[in-house]
């Protein structure tokens, strides 16, 4: 059996990261998404409403598994007993920074590889910064997230209010 780990913050899951789920299900025997707990950035949603989100959005997949982890990518690898590390690529900005990690990842696990799934033509402007920024600012975000991810980001800038600074204001705002 190949177990295949599609690590991410996933704050929030949006289309692209069903989507490379979706594919690398059909290709892996196994695919756990892996929601990271401790990124270096500001969040908007905690772990365990990003889990809770990403379990509602794959339900009824029956081969994806959604959990939580904290270090290493290649340590919780280890630990599931996964072989192979899903990521998905946009644009080329994405590949040189998905290649070194990479790299690192195979200097500390040689085990362990890494396939890189390119994203649906539909979904390469996607990622979760620019979700954030348009929901943020009451944007339509329906054709880039699910409706339940939709609904919780509503949720949470009403909760944060106008004072809010997780989301940096950038381009959108203009």
């Not at 690398?24 to 892996?34: M, N, Q, S």
């Not at 959990?67 to 192979?84: M, P, R, W």
């Not at 991810?149 to 381009?171: C, D, H, M, W, Y």
Request: glycine content about 6%; proline content about 4%.
């Amino acid at each position: 059996m190949v177990r295949a780990v599609f690590p991410g913050t996933f704050d929030p899951i949006h289309y692209g990261h069903i989507d490379i789920a979706k594919r690398a299900a059909r290709l892996f025997d196994e695919v756990v998404v892996a929601v990271y707990d401790k990124p270096l950035k500001k969040l908007l949603f905690s772990p365990e409403t990003r889990i809770a989100l990403a379990k509602k959005t794959l339900n009824g997949l029956d081969n994806i598994r959604i959990t939580g982890y904290s270090g290493l990518t290649v340590d919780f690898c280890h630990e599931i007993d996964a072989q192979v590390i899903v990521r998905g690529l946009r644009v080329f900005s994405d590949f040189e920074y998905e290649f070194r990690i990479a790299l690192a990842n195979h200097s500390l696990a040689p085990n362990i590889e890494v396939v890189a799934l390119i994203t649906n033509k539909d979904h390469t402007f996607l990622s979760g910064s620019t979700v954030r920024e348009i929901s943020s600012l009451g944007g339509d975000v329906s054709s880039m997230v699910p409706k339940i991810v939709e609904k919780a980001l509503k949720k949470r800038f009403k909760e944060l209010g106008e004072n809010q600074n997780i989301v940096p204001q950038t381009s959108l705002l203009d």
